[in-house]
C-alpha cells in the first residue's frame, strides 16, 4: 500500500501541476480558482469539458489510496491496537472514510477549501495523533490545533464573505 500511495501521490502531483499549467495558458487571468468551472463557462458543453472532466475524476479516484490507507491504519492502531485484524472493523472503517471524503467533495464549494481542510486536519495533525505523545510531539500537536483552527477560522471567513458563486475573490 505503501507503494501505491507514493505513486498516487507522484501521478495526483503530475495532473494537478499539468492542469494548472494549461488552465493558465487557455485563460490566463481569466482563470477561477476552480478550473472545472472556468471550462463550464467557456466550452458550455463539448468534447474538451468531457475530457477534464474525466481528469477530475481520476485525480479525484487517484487521492483514494492517500486518504484511505493513512488514516485507516492511524484509527484502527489507534482505537484497536490490542485486538486481532477484522475484515468487518476494516471494511466499516474504510466506508466511513469514503462517506466522509464524498461528504467533503459533495458540499464544500472549492477544492482550494477541501485542500485548505484536508492539509490543516490531515496532514499536520494525523502523524503526532498517532505516535508516542513525546514532549516533541506534544508540541507539533500543539501547533498544529493551532494552525488547524486558523485555517478553517480562514476558510469559513471566506465563504461567508466570498459566497460559492458570487464571483468575488476567487
Known amino acids: 500500500m505503501q507503494t501505491v500511495s507514493n505513486l498516487s501521490i507522484f501521478a495526483m502531483l503530475i495532473m494537478y501541476m499539468l492542469s494548472a ?3 493558465y495558458l487557455t485563460f490566463y487571468e481569466k482563470v477561477e480558482a476552480e ?49 486481532d485484524f477484522s475484515w468487518t472493523r476494516h471494511l466499516l472503517i474504510a466506508a466511513l472514510i469514503l462517506a466522509f471524503n464524498n461528504m467533503l467533495v459533495i458540499f464544500v464549494p472549492t477544492i482550494r ?10 496532514l499536520t495533525l494525523n502523524p503526532f495523533l498517532f505516535h508516542s505523545l ?14 488547524m483552527i486558523g485555517s478553517l477560522l480562514l476558510i469559513t471567513l471566506d465563504w461567508i464573505h466570498n459566497p460559492p458563486g458570487s464571483g468575488h475573490g476567487h
Request: glycine letters at 6%; one cysteine or more; proline letters at 3%.
Open 21 to 23: 499549467l494549461f488552465g
Open 134 to 147: 513525546s514532549l516533541q510531539a506534544s508540541i507539533f500537536l500543539v501547533v498544529g490545533v493551532i494552525f
Open 35 to 83: 478550473l472545472l468551472h472556468t471550462f463550464i463557462k467557456v466550452y458550455k458543453f463539448d468534447t474538451m469539458l468531457l475530457l477534464v472532466r474525466l481528469a477530475v475524476l481520476t485525480a479525484v479516484t487517484l487521492t483514494v489510496p492517500i486518504v484511505l490507507f493513512p488514516i485507516r491504519s492511524s484509527i484502527t492502531t489507534l482505537l484497536f491496537s490490542g485486538r
Open 113 to 122: 477549501d477541501i485542500f485548505g481542510f484536508i492539509v490543516m486536519c490531515l
